[in-house]
């Protein structure tokens, strides 16, 4: 019943998300002040910090969603960015997190890596690649920031953004709600009225690709610098 309702296509604009990637990324670093300076004492950053992770989700797995990913190659090519800056940002995200952050869960560059191999898999549309799909799924979510419903809610999208209708609607609203598990709120679900709000209007921003793969390990290393002298002054992390 819910596969035959028709629901609208979803049109986002590229400044538009453009711009939900910049909003994204200030929901990120409020959130990581927050964590690793503070303690993770600010209530409101971290409920701010609980949206950021659907925007960077819906932004990836909008633009897999585009024709032509697959003839175009852009999946290797994603892949291979999200790699090399998941690997750049590890020193720091360790020193950060502790020693248990250096294997599991591995960082958001990571869980956005499993996000791209799993849709790979899937838009090539064979028995063995839907297999394959299965298994990168159930294992790279155990190791990976957000587990699975971060996982499950890309696929949504992108399978929404494919074909419109209900079940992966309700997929993605059910992926978002299994954020409760991870952050003990709903505030992920505030990104639905952001995505919303975003397909009705069209801003004009420039694409800036590369700054948003370097600016994650960037930003984890001047966390770390920034706590030096705050270490010096009494600090104490956590």
Same mark, same amino acid.
């Given at each position: 019943?819910?596969?035959?309702?028709? +629901?609208? /296509?979803?049109? $986002? =604009?590229?400044?538009?998300?453009? #711009?939900?990637?910049? &909003? *994204?990324?200030?929901?990120?670093?409020?959130?990581?002040?927050?964590?690793?300076?503070?303690?993770?004492?600010?209530?409101?950053?971290?409920?701010?910090?609980?949206?950021?992770?659907?925007?960077?989700?819906?932004?990836?797995?909008?633009?897999?969603?585009?024709?032509?990913?697959?003839?175009?190659?852009?999946?290797?090519?994603?892949?291979?960015?999200?790699?090399?800056?998941?690997?750049?940002?590890?020193?720091?995200?360790?020193?950060?997190?502790?020693?248990?952050?250096?294997?599991?869960?591995?960082?958001?560059?990571?869980?956005?890596?499993?996000?791209?191999?799993?849709?790979?898999? +899937?838009? /090539?549309?064979? $028995? =063995?690649?839907?297999?394959?799909? #299965?298994?990168?799924? &159930? *294992?790279?979510?155990?190791?990976?920031?957000?587990?699975?419903?971060?996982?499950?809610?890309?696929?949504?999208?992108?399978?929404?953004?494919?074909?419109?209708?209900?079940?992966?609607?309700?997929?993605?609203?059910?992926?978002?709600?299994?954020?409760?598990?991870?952050?003990?709120?709903?505030?992920?679900?505030?990104?639905?009225?952001?995505?919303?709000?975003?397909?009705?209007?069209?801003?004009?921003?420039?694409?800036?690709?590369?700054?948003?793969?370097?600016?994650?390990?960037?930003?984890?290393?001047?966390?770390?610098?920034?706590?030096?002298?705050?270490?010096?002054?009494?600090?104490?992390?956590?």
């Amino acid at each position: 019943m819910l596969n035959t309702v028709t +629901l609208q /296509r979803l049109a $986002v =604009s590229d400044g538009t998300l453009e #711009a939900l990637k910049w &909003l *994204a990324l200030l929901l990120m670093t409020v959130d990581h002040i927050n964590k690793f300076l503070f303690n993770g004492t600010n209530d409101a950053a971290f409920a701010a910090g609980r949206i950021a992770l659907p925007l960077f989700v819906f932004s990836l797995a909008y633009n897999l969603a585009r024709p032509g990913v697959l003839e175009r190659a852009a999946y290797p090519r994603t892949m291979r960015r999200l790699a090399v800056f998941g690997v750049l940002a590890m020193p720091a995200f360790v020193i950060l997190g502790g020693l248990s952050a250096a294997w599991r869960p591995l960082n958001i560059m990571f869980a956005l890596l499993a996000l791209t191999a799993t849709i790979y898999l +899937l838009d /090539r549309r064979t $028995v =063995s690649s839907y297999a394959a799909a #299965a298994v990168v799924f &159930l *294992a790279s979510g155990a190791a990976v920031e957000y587990w699975w419903p971060a996982l499950a809610f890309g696929v949504a999208v992108w399978w929404y953004c494919k074909q419109p209708g209900a079940m992966p609607l309700v997929l993605a609203l059910t992926a978002l709600a299994a954020l409760w598990f991870i952050n003990r709120n709903l505030w992920a679900l505030a990104a639905v009225p952001i995505i919303v709000v975003a397909s009705l209007i069209d801003l004009r921003m420039p694409r800036l690709r590369w700054v948003f793969y370097a600016y994650y390990p960037l930003h984890l290393f001047a966390l770390c610098l920034i706590r030096i002298p705050m270490s010096k002054a009494g600090y104490l992390f956590f």
